[in-house]
């Protein structure tokens, strides 16, 4: 394996990738750093969490001049959060170098942003729409563009960006150096970036799957009616560190937020329809810890790396299965280890075969939880903690009462007692849910040879894991009103698009999400 001094970084360079804790180049920047650095066009693919904006970010600003204080470089990424990030990144990287990077992207003030741009950052990290407001206002000066680095470049290159970017494209210098990254580059995508690119080449770290084997990959089969009793049992179970709900719509991510702050836990939801400093209060909570649980549409599906995060949860199918790469990729980063659980509804069965076939990876078949699987999880954690003070907490000045005590009462019967009052209460409160319609099928997948839904293993076929479950689950669905949805299968990526086409109408770039 390489080592960063072997790659002939500058000397500031190298300093600051040694104080970000980093010993040796992950592959992707391994074969990245050199080849980018002789200014060839590179599409770089690897997996979820394998550092990539290093990759990119290193030979940027090997390149960047420190003494020229003009933009040099643009990085548009797909979303408002990963643009923040990844200046932040390349901030970190550039420490030692003198050369500072901005952040431009909307539902900021532009006022600010003109502002900062005014102090000759060399490098704008920002979402297409924003950025275009700024070319039309003449506010950045795009002259001395020499690299363009488009990250989740399929996501930049689809049908919701593809016109903001090559309007951007036509718009920046055509002598420059253009590098493509993302975890997932589908075919279709890599014929776009032909008409973007000179002769580019493909760093691809090939793996046998898709997704990281850190994170290991379950699904549960499940009605619709029966997905947040199932969650709230899980998140019971798991006790998660930090964990991300990802939800179809913002109406479900509004919905459930709210349903399981009802039931007690520490939630809050993101989506594009929240005023900008409210997603980015969100996330700051989420990252420190305040918060546990985040439920977010696909806004938070691409790059964000919060470490912490050890579940994900697929509570609705994504869109597509590389959006499912990518929302489970927000665990299991960096080589640590990560747990995801995908909710499948019956007529989602052969959608969650797509995916597998897509990503080269099981999922595998977690049982339903009941109510009795959450209770014994809680005593469990309760008995955890009485063990744990009574190890580690001064209690003396209490044994005396605690002779007493015992002196009057059955010992079983205090322990319990204690147990009872240190035990995690679950609630039943009633929640509104309203239903989401299951994912549709876009193509057909391949055929592929042993389904796992041979017919004796179907839901309701005599299956014992359905069977036996039945009974306790027609109690908790009382609990939801009946309402169906209505106008629910409206998308994110449909807003996406919808978004973008009343940018297009409306000229006003600025206040208008891109999720
Ligand atoms: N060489 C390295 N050694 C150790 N950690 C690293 C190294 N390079 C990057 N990291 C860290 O790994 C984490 C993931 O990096 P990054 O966000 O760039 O991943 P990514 O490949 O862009 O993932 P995604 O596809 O989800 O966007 C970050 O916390 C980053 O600081
Ligand atoms: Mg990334």
């Known amino acids: ?292 649980i985040l439920v977010a549409t696909d806004v938070a599906a691409r790059g964000l790396d919060i470490s912490g995060v050890s579940h994900v949860f697929n509570f609705d199918l994504p869109q597509d299965p590389e959006s499912y790469v990518h929302r489970i990729g927000r665990t299991g980063r960096a080589g640590q280890k990560g747990i995801s659980f995908t909710f499948v509804t019956p007529r989602e069965r052969e959608y969650l075969e797509l995916i597998e076939d897509t990503t080269k990876s099981k999922m595998l078949k977690q049982h339903v939880p009941s109510i009795g699987d959450a209770k014994d999880a809680r005593y469990r954690q309760a008995a955890q903690k009485l063990i744990g003070i009574a190890e580690s907490a001064k209690t003396h000045d209490l044994e005396e009462a605690a002779q007493k005590l015992l002196e009057e009462y059955d010992a079983v019967k205090l322990v319990s007692a204690a147990l009872k009052m240190v035990t995690k209460q679950s609630s039943d409160a009633p929640v509104t849910l309203t239903d989401e319609s299951p994912v549709r099928m876009k193509k057909k997948p391949m055929k592929s040879s042993g389904s796992r839904y041979s017919k004796d293993s179907k839901p309701g076929s005599g299956s014992s894991s359905y069977k036996g479950k039945g009974k306790s689950y027609s109690n908790s669905s009382k609990k939801y009103p009946a309402s169906k949805s209505q106008g629910s299968s409206k998308t994110e990526r449909a807003e996406k698009s919808d978004n973008y086409r009343k940018r297009k109408t409306s000229h006003n770039h600025s206040n208008k999400t891109t999720i």
């Open 1 to 292: 394996m390489a080592l960063f001094n072997e790659l002939g970084l500058q000397e500031e360079l190298l300093k600051a990738v040694l104080d970000m804790g980093f010993d040796s180049p992950t592959p992707i920047q391994e074969q990245i750093i050199p080849l980018a650095m002789q200014g060839i066009d590179l599409i770089g693919q690897a997996q979820t969490g394998t550092g990539k904006t290093a990759a990119f970010g290193i030979p940027l600003l090997s390149k960047i001049e420190k003494d020229n204080k003009a933009v040099q470089a643009l990085i548009l990424a797909p979303t408002r959060e990963l643009a923040l990030q990844v200046s932040q990144e390349i901030n970190r990287l550039a420490k030692y170098k003198n050369v500072e990077a901005i952040a431009i992207y909307g539902g900021e003030d532009i006022g600010k942003q003109i502002r900062g741009l005014k102090k000759n950052p060399q490098i704008v990290v920002a979402t297409p729409g924003r950025f275009m407001d700024h070319m039309r206002r003449n506010t950045i000066n795009l002259a001395n563009i020499q690299t363009v680095i488009l990250d989740e470049a399929d996501e930049m290159l689809s049908m919701g960006f593809i016109e903001d970017i090559e309007t951007i494209l036509q718009e920046v210098p055509s002598e420059r150096q253009t590098l493509l990254f993302s975890a997932t580059m589908p075919k279709r995508i890599q014929a776009v970036s032909q008409k973007f690119m000179k002769s580019p080449q493909t760093v691809a770290v090939k793996n046998k799957t898709m997704t990281v084997d850190t994170i290991e990959q379950r699904y549960l089969d499940l009605k619709e009616k029966d997905k947040f009793d199932a969650l709230c049992r899980l998140m019971d179970i798991h006790c998660p560190e930090l964990s991300i709900i990802f939800g179809r719509t913002k109406r479900r991510v509004d919905e459930l937020s709210e349903a399981l702050s009802i039931r007690g836990y520490d939630v809050e939801g993101i989506h594009g329809d929240m005023k900008q400093e409210r997603r980015e209060k969100v996330l700051r909570k989420f990252k420190r810890g305040s918060i546990k």
